[in-house]
């Protein structure tokens, strides 16, 4: 499984947006990105993913690069409740394993 | 109903006790998943049952003994655990294989060895 490596912690002001970046420059071809993030005691929760197009849903915008070697996870106005540890990984399709790497926290504040 | 619902939430136990772990979703989800953290740390996958059969397990010592007594239950049985096994245990369910199978984690059950 391709790794990924994601800055330890990030800052945001509550209101803005908040970009969480993720390097994968050894994702294979069939390899999807996703992003889960846990809030504190409670199980991971399901952001987004994509293959190789920008994806947007009610949560989160995700923007892969064209080399697919990086993608951005945006959360357009990020409030107090979005404090959480965010999880990038990188997955092959039709896989049914799920590798968490060590997560960005990010610290939402007023 | 979009819930993995796992019981007990909380468990303490002896090193000589057997307990078990269940876990219960009702999406007609056909993977189901253990992972176990521990603090500050991000969870490890435990095993995988693809339609009731085990399907990965990665070399989890045999003192976790996982069963899937049908596709909308899973339990984790535990005798003879260590301190060291003290964590937070996720189970997870998902649609099965394909692209866009996203796991739908429960709240987990946090156990403590004695």
């Known amino acids: 499984d391709a790794k990924t490596t994601q800055p330890p912690s990030m800052d945001c002001a509550e209101g803005r947006a908040a970009n969480l970046p993720c390097n994968h420059s050894?994702?294979?071809?069939?390899?999807?990105v996703y992003w889960y993030r846990q809030i504190h005691s409670q199980g991971p929760q399901y952001i987004i993913h994509g293959l190789k197009n920008n994806e947007t849903n009610e949560m989160a915008s995700l923007i892969i690069t064209e080399d697919r070697k990086s993608s951005t996870l945006i959360l357009p106005h990020a409030t107090l409740r979005d404090t959480a540890v965010y999880y990038c990984?990188?997955?092959?399709?039709?896989?049914?394993?799920?590798?968490f790497g060590a997560g960005t926290r990010l610290a939402v504040h007023p | 109903d979009t819930e993995v619902t796992q019981t007990p939430k909380h468990l303490v136990m002896g090193m000589t006790n057997k307990k078990s772990l269940k876990c219960e979703q009702h999406?007609?989800?056909?993977?189901m998943y253990w992972y176990k953290q521990k603090a500050k740390k991000p969870p490890e996958l435990m095993f995988v049952?693809?339609?009731?059969?085990?399907?990965i397990n990665e070399s989890v010592p045999s003192r976790f003994s996982p069963e899937c007594p049908n596709s909308s239950l899973l339990n984790l049985h535990l005798h003879a655990l260590q301190p060291e096994d003290s964590a937070l245990y996720l189970c997870?369910?998902?649609?099965?294989?394909?692209?866009?199978?996203?796991?739908?984690f429960g709240e987990g059950s946090r156990l403590t060895v004695l």
């Open positions: 990984i990188v997955r092959p399709g039709g896989y049914n394993k799920l590798i």
């Open positions: 050894t994702i294979s071809g069939n390899e999807y």
């Open positions: 997870a369910s998902s649609q099965g294989s394909g692209e866009g199978g996203e796991l739908f």
């Open positions: 049952y693809s339609y009731e059969k085990l399907s």
């Open positions: 999406m007609g989800h056909r993977a």
